[in-house]
């Protein structure tokens, strides 16, 4: 096969995926996240620990992103994102694309749920501009993030992370490599969201919103149970002492010495 066909092959393959050639409806998508993050809800002993949520800034959210290729292959998807406000409070949908090709041995096609977990606002304002493309790993440094209730962050490279990501395929999350794929603000979906007023828009985005702000709750502090206090000890109480019984005396002598 020519070299040269092997880019446009991969492309190809990528069109050709349902939903990725014409993104679905921004009611649709926000219906998809929705069930994402109620999927996370439901293995809390795998899946993004809630303190990282809490301290996050922003989360990207793309399901049934496309992974497909013969050798030459890419990966492709359509989300959304959710940002805190000046409040900390969980607030705007802005809707993005992901895309990103790679080279080496692979075949197939695979879907997987992507989420991505901002630690700062710096790669956020990028994306939400609208200026450009946010290329993962060269713009913003990306790790595969911790997974399960009690997890840690670990490595420096996790530390050093920008951006945390996941995979949910078959049921599971998981870290995931993405360096080199690139973020967009996808501008039609994001304009036909913004002219929908209808209540059904309106309930859906609460519904998001509602969960994500459930899942990203701090967790509870451990309840300290005082010890109980220490009582003094009892003394015992005093034997009491009893007077000796009188003796009995008749004409002037004791009974006992009538001998």
């Not at 989360?59 to 805190?84: D, M, N």
């Not at 440094?141 to 420096?156: K, L, N």
């Not at 059904?200 to 451990?222: D, F, G, I, K, Y």
Request: glycine share 10%; aromatic share 4%.
């Amino acid at each position: 096969m020519n070299r040269s066909a092997l880019p446009a092959l991969g492309l190809s393959v990528l069109l050709a995926a349902p939903g990725l050639a014409f993104p679905p409806a921004p009611a649709r998508t926000i219906q998809a996240a929705t069930d994402v993050l109620n999927d996370l809800a439901a293995s809390p002993d795998n899946c993004i620990p809630a303190s990282l949520l809490a301290d996050a800034q922003g989360i990207a959210i793309i399901p049934h992103t496309i992974k497909a290729g013969f050798v030459i292959g890419g990966r492709a998807g359509h989300g959304l994102i959710l940002t805190r406000d000046r409040d900390g409070a969980w607030s705007g949908v802005t809707f993005v694309d992901l895309g990103g090709a790679s080279v080496g041995f692979q075949a197939g096609v695979e879907s997987a749920d992507v989420v991505l977990v901002f630690r700062t606002r710096h790669s956020l304002d990028r994306i939400l501009s609208g200026k450009g493309k946010l290329t993962l790993g060269a713009d913003a440094a990306i790790a595969a993030g911790p997974i399960g209730r009690q997890a840690e962050a670990g490595t420096d490279a996790r530390l050093r992370a920008e951006i945390w990501s996941y995979s949910r395929s078959r049921g599971l999350f998981a870290g995931v490599a993405l360096d080199g794929a690139a973020i967009l603000y996808a501008r039609r979906a994001n304009a036909e969201y913004l002219g929908d007023q209808s209540p059904v828009m309106a309930q859906r985005t609460l519904h998001l919103l509602a969960r994500l702000t459930e899942l990203s709750a701090p967790p509870p502090a451990p309840m300290l149970v005082p010890p109980p206090p220490v009582q003094p000890p009892i003394a015992p109480a005093p034997i009491p002492v009893l007077p000796p019984a009188p003796v009995p005396v008749q004409q002037g002598r004791p009974l006992g010495n009538q001998g």
